[in-house]
Each structure stands twice: as C-alpha cells, then as structure tokens.
C-alpha cells in the first residue's frame, strides 16, 4: 500500500496566494526530502530534511518537518507562474538500500 | 557533469516486443533506481540497486528485469511488452544514505501499441 500520503493532489491558486502540501508517512523516517516536476520534465531535487522539527527556508519556499519526523509540509508563500508543476516528497526509512518512497505529488497550477 | 543519461528518449513498441531502457550515470553514486510515471500516480518504483551486483525489487517489478552492469550503468528490459506498461520510465542516482538527493534522467516516453 501506499507507504507515503500526500495531499492535495491537485492545487489551484492565483498568482500571489499561498500555497501548501502535506506529506504523511505510516512510518517513522530518517529523513524525508522534496523535489520538483516541472510539466514535461524531470523530478529536480529541492531539499532534505533530517532533523525532527526541522524547518528550512529557500527564498519563498518554507519545507518543514515534524516532531515524529512522520510528517512534513511545503509552504510557498506568494506563488508565481514560475511555480508551476508537481511537487513530490519522498521518505527514506534510512536502511542501507538507500530506497525512496515516493508521494504522488501535488500538481500546482498558477494562474496569471 | 551530464548526470544520469537515459536512452532512448521516446519509443513506440508493439505488444510483445522486448526492448532494453539504457541508464548511466557519472556522478560514481552507489545506488540506482528505475521508476516509472503515469497520470495521477505518482513516481513508483520499479526495481532498484543499492550497489553493483545487486538488485531488488521494488513496487510493480512484474514484466520487467534489470541488469547492474557495473557501477554506472543499469538497464531495464521488456521482455514482452504490454499495452499497461506505456507510461514514462525515470532512472534515478544517489548516493545511498547521504545527501543531497536522488538525480534523475530526462525519461523515457514509451508507448505500447
């Protein structure tokens, strides 16, 4: 089953609005981080977190982790059109295997 | 740095035809993964490495095989190809364990007639 949850799926906001999304894990992880799909293109990674209650900021994108390090968020403040595209977390357990486990992304779309 | 290289960029196949998904990466990263994408699905996990010589399989491994060739190249074959296997297939690299990240090929788009 679906190891890793994340909401919403889809996200449609106006140029300017907040946006947010959630990642859920059943399980505890040692870390979890986040990439980003641009429409046509590649998951590009964005960020790791470790640490529980971690909270690190890029210029408008604030990636925040939970005290039981089973949860996490994405807050980018003010969208822009350059925004658009898929945002995915992906957990890892920490085993030496190094796997992911993937979220199914939240499509943001941003309107002019 | 090229990356992860994947090849070929788009391929049309017919039902029951084989082919092979060529994946290398230069960064020397340990572990290698092939995921593959469709519509609402996220990115799931066909089959992964963790080192040459070494494979496991992930969340839909069925219909498909790969091949650690060495420490830079990992293959994905169809040996039989279906109509429920077109989707875009990722190949991934990271260093296991440590940041910062997995990177990922451009994707092969195939489409199973």
Not at chain 1, 50 to 76: D, M, P, Y
Not at chain 2, 63 to 91: D, H, I, M
Request: positive net charge; aromatic residues 12%.
């Amino acid at each position: 089953g679906q190891q890793v949850m994340q909401i919403p799926q889809y996200q449609h906001v106006q140029e300017g609005e907040d946006f947010t999304t959630y990642c859920n894990s059943s399980t505890t992880l040692s870390n979890i981080q986040w990439y980003k799909q641009r429409p046509g293109g590649h998951p590009v990674f964005l960020i790791q977190l470790v640490k529980s209650g971690e909270v690190k900021k890029q210029k408008r994108l604030t990636f925040q982790f939970g005290e039981a390090k089973k949860n996490s968020s994405l807050h980018i403040t003010a969208t822009q059109t350059t925004d658009v595209g898929t945002y995915f977390c992906a957990g890892d357990r920490g085993s030496t295997l190094g796997r992911l486990y993937f979220g199914r992304g939240t499509q943001l779309t941003v309107w002019p | 740095n090229a990356g992860v290289t994947q090849t070929p960029k788009f391929q049309v196949l017919k039902t029951g035809q084989s082919m092979t998904l060529q994946c290398a990466q230069d960064m020397n990263h340990n572990s290698m993964y092939w995921y593959r994408q469709d519509p609402g699905m996220g990115l799931r996990l066909i089959y992964y490495s963790a080192s040459e010589g070494t494979t496991d399989k992930g969340e839909v491994p069925n219909g498909y095989n790969v091949s650690r060739l060495n420490k830079r190249e990992f293959s994905l074959r169809l040996e039989s190809a279906a109509p429920s296997q077109t989707s875009v297939y990722f190949c991934a690299s990271s260093e296991t364990g440590r940041g910062p990240g997995a990177f990922f090929g451009q994707g092969t788009r195939l489409t199973v007639v």
